[in-house]
């Protein structure tokens, strides 16, 4: 017995087994369902670990996405790191982070953040969805490409089915095509 905000609480131990032939042809047939994809690897690997999962990862794809600045060192150096969450104030110096990393930005202050740090890589604009995480609202896209010129790609993390993905990705396209 433990004692949890004054409660006294039984200790369970959950245990997970996972068929892992069965998983990996069910990711198998997701990603080649879904053509180009990026797969996520954060945290502690869903419970797989990173290094188990940035393995299965490789499969799929040489572009893998991390969760923080700091997880993209557990990427191999033949694969390029997507940062998920936007550059904050306080970045590695660009020195110590790989070349072929692309950061993320959702807001004008995440460019300045990216410009204190001397970065000169590859930049994602994290667009704001439905779900109401971080990033920028769609009409601010305008103006974080005209601020971020070294951007090339945009991401949004939409729920399925929701009928605002097909317009905002139709506006996502306008905006790279108008770039070029």
């Known amino acids: 017995m433990r ?8 200790a369970v131990t959950l245990q997970l087994s996972v068929d892992s032939a069965a998983w990996g042809r069910h990711v198998s047939e997701t990603a080649n369902s879904l053509g180009d994809l990026i797969p996520v690897v954060k945290g502690n690997g869903y419970g797989f670990g990173r290094p188990t999962l940035i393995e299965h990862a490789k499969k799929l794809s040489s572009d893998i996405a991390v969760g923080t600045i700091f997880e993209a060192n557990d990427v191999p150096s033949d694969c390029r790191a997507f940062v998920l969450t936007p550059v904050g104030k306080v970045l590695p110096p660009a020195k110590n982070l790989a070349k072929n990393n692309v950061l993320t930005i959702g807001a004008i202050h995440h460019v300045e953040n990216l410009r204190d740090a001397d970065w000169h890589g590859d930049v994602v604009i994290k667009l704001r969805s439905s779900m109401n995480r971080y990033g920028a609202n769609p009409s601010e896209l305008g103006a974080l490409i005209a601020a971020e010129r070294r951007f090339r790609f945009t991401m949004v993390c939409q729920p399925r089915g929701c009928k605002k ?16």
């Open 3 to 10: 004692l949890i905000h004054g409660c006294k609480v039984k």
């Open 165 to 180: 993905s097909r317009r905002l990705a139709q506006k996502i396209r306008q905006s790279k095509n108008s770039r070029s």
